[in-house]
């Protein structure tokens, strides 16, 4: 079993940043493919980024590209993910996940194998 425990998550204006981490309870973190996801209400979770297990392999959705970038320690179990240019629409629950024996590029949130608990992104002025 993987605990994910997210954090970083708050309230910031239109333009502005916030960086958040997920830190895995996980002897073997640097085997797990990481992705963030999102979820605004109303609406299905939604992939963000994803990382592969060495970091040097990343992807975005096409609405975040050039403003997010996920990052990746090993030694530390944690991963990043840090926002800027945040706009509106960049809010939601923000979700860490770890998945292992699929394809890296794995975009649907029922590849992963554990979540974390989630942590609250607003864009407001």
């Known amino acids: 079993q993987v605990q994910l425990v997210e954090s970083g998550g708050g309230l910031v204006q239109p333009g502005g940043s916030l960086r958040l981490s997920c830190t895995a309870s996980?002897?073997?973190?640097?085997?797990?493919?990481m992705g963030w996801f999102r979820q605004a209400p109303g609406k299905e979770r939604e992939y963000v980024t994803i990382?592969?297990?060495?970091?040097?392999?990343?992807y975005y959705t096409g609405s975040v590209k050039g403003r997010f970038t996920i990052s990746r320690d090993n030694a530390k179990n944690t991963v990043y993910l840090q926002m800027n240019s945040l706009k509106p629409e960049d809010t939601a629950v923000y979700y860490c996940?770890?998945?292992?024996?699929?394809?890296?590029?794995?975009?649907?949130?029922?590849?992963?194998?554990?979540w974390g608990q989630g942590t609250q992104v607003t864009v407001s002025s």
């Open positions: 990382i592969n297990w060495s970091g040097d392999t990343t």
């Open positions: 996940a770890a998945g292992r024996g699929m394809e890296v590029h794995t975009t649907s949130p029922s590849g992963y194998d554990y």
């Open positions: 996980a002897r073997t973190f640097s085997s797990y493919v």
